[in-house]
């Protein structure tokens, strides 16, 4: 399969933020809780290094809808999917990048009656043959694939949403620019997972690197070409959303 990015604009001198000067200054005997080691099982993307609890969440992927974990991702779709809809009218094409079971697919199936296709990817295989078994809508599919590497041609997405699996994502910047890839000049990206100043001490132990933070999560919305973003809080204190436009006329509004 042949990928195209899109390559991040050069910005300048990247500034350093907050957190980072934070996450500096913290040592593993400052912090209570100790580090843990992130464990994957035998599935591996090709190209695309491991994603986090990759193996875990195949293995759960059958009975995940009837667990805590399944109930607590219900909440979180159903607020993310008002979230989308608020901000996105009339979409005919619709991509959920790591659509788990496909519950926010088929939430937003329900809003978008005149949708022509909603399309969800998860890195699972487990999670997307749950996922085709009950779904009934035609509209909907679903295809095993990760966030780096999309399968879709440029510009053919009117809104691209995804629900509490960026954090697992290998290369999160990456994983942005093919989501600008795929959308169209004036499209939305309605991002949510847990970004949080909380979550700061975490970046410096098993989650180092990556963008826990809105501060963090902007950065990189910036670098894939999107306007500066709206934040919206989704659950409890760590759960926001991140709403950001593709520009139409490839000036990113500050």
């Known amino acids: 399969m042949t990928v195209s990015y ?3 604009r050069d910005r300048g001198t990247p500034t350093v933020l907050a957190e980072d000067r934070a996450v500096a200054s913290i040592t593993p005997g400052s912090l209570r809780a100790s580090a843990s080691t992130d464990r994957f099982g035998d599935l591996r993307i090709v ?7 990759l193996a875990a969440f195949d293995d759960r992927a059958r009975s995940y809808d009837q667990g805590w974990r399944g109930r607590l991702h219900h909440v979180i779709s159903d607020r993310t999917a008002a979230l989308a809809t608020a901000t996105v009218a009339a979409p005919q094409h619709v991509l959920d990048v790591g659509c788990g079971t496909g519950h926010l697919l088929r939430a937003l199936a329900g809003h978008y009656p005149e949708a022509r296709a909603l399309t969800g990817i998860d890195a699972a295989p487990n999670m997307i ?5 009950i779904t009934d809508d035609k509209r909907l599919t679903f ?6 590497h999309l399968p879709y041609d440029d510009a053919s997405m009117d809104l691209v949403v995804s629900s509490t699996s960026f954090d697992h994502w290998s290369d999160q910047g990456a994983g942005l620019a093919e989501c600008a890839r795929v959308l169209r000049p004036g499209g939305h990206l309605v991002l949510v997972d847990q970004f949080s100043r909380w979550l700061i001490p975490t970046l410096a132990l098993s989650r180092r690197g990556k963008a826990r933070t809105r501060s963090r999560a902007g950065s990189l919305l910036d670098r894939a070409g999107f306007d500066r973003p709206e934040w919206h809080n989704v659950c409890a204190v760590i759960i ?15």
């Open 6 to 8: 899109r390559l991040p």
């Open 47 to 53: 190209d695309v290094p491991p994603y986090r609890d």
């Open 129 to 133: 043959e749950t996922a085709e078994r």
């Open 143 to 148: 295809t095993t694939a990760v966030a780096e």
């Open 240 to 254: 926001n959303g991140a709403v950001a436009r593709l520009p139409s006329n490839g000036v990113v509004q500050p």
